[in-house]
């Protein structure tokens, strides 16, 4: 029985789960932040524009999320979203995937709407709470933690409609240049209209 219960907590130690479960029995309760207040709609500016197909904030992209965006006080950002069928994971269940693009996509873009230049994914801490069923509006927030010249940090959260934390992401974000996000991406152009929104190029520096 010993040598059953060490086994164990070897292999939980070798997950990091046993110190996931120490802080719950921490005396005090974890505070997360409450859902946001949406208010005025922040439009795209990407709407209208024929190279716009994102599968997570494009209107009129028939598989996509299409998650509006507004202002929200002490975020960045805030979107909605209604999970609708055809994303479950469980039967009547979204699958986290899905969920990890949302946050994703609100810190994406926050450090857009903040920084005006269009930012990278560089990595992204997602934990994942409580499940959200199909056919639950949820919302989303983002708020940036700290920036040192292109490179953002920042948090998001998806509340559930009962005001609960579904999951939360600590992510670092990147706004390259255009000529960088070319190499970055293998693209050899973007379209001539979104050029100036990328981060400014860095003049060439001579010895």
């Not at 709407?47 to 998650?67: M, S, Y």
């Not at 960045?76 to 699958?95: I, K």
Request: charged letters at 20%; hydrophobic letters at 40%.
């Amino acid at each position: 029985m010993t040598a059953h219960i060490l086994t164990r907590a070897a292999g939980l130690l070798r997950t990091g789960y046993a110190m996931e479960a120490f802080k719950r029995l921490l005396p005090g309760k974890r505070r997360w932040p409450a859902p946001p207040i949406l208010g005025h709609e922040v439009p795209l500016r990407f709407t209208g524009r024929q190279e716009h197909r994102c599968f997570a904030c494009w209107a009129d992209n028939p598989i996509g999320l299409k998650l509006r965006f507004y202002e929200a006080a002490g975020w960045t950002l805030a979107c909605s979203w209604a999970a609708a069928s055809g994303y479950e994971n469980y039967p009547g269940m979204v699958h986290g995937g899905i969920l990890a693009t949302v946050v994703d996509e609100i810190i994406g873009q926050a450090v857009f709407h903040q920084a005006g230049h269009l930012p990278v994914s560089v990595n992204a801490s997602i934990k994942w709470h409580r499940p959200v069923k199909i056919g639950e509006s949820v919302l989303a927030a983002a708020r940036i933690t700290g920036h040192h010249d292109r490179l953002y940090r920042a948090v998001g959260y998806i509340f559930r409609a009962d005001g609960k934390v579904a999951a939360s992401a600590d992510g670092r974000y990147y706004t390259p240049p255009l000529t960088q996000f070319r190499k970055m991406t293998g693209l050899e152009a973007v379209p001539p209209e979104i050029e100036p929104w990328f981060a400014p190029e860095r003049p060439n520096v001579r010895s």
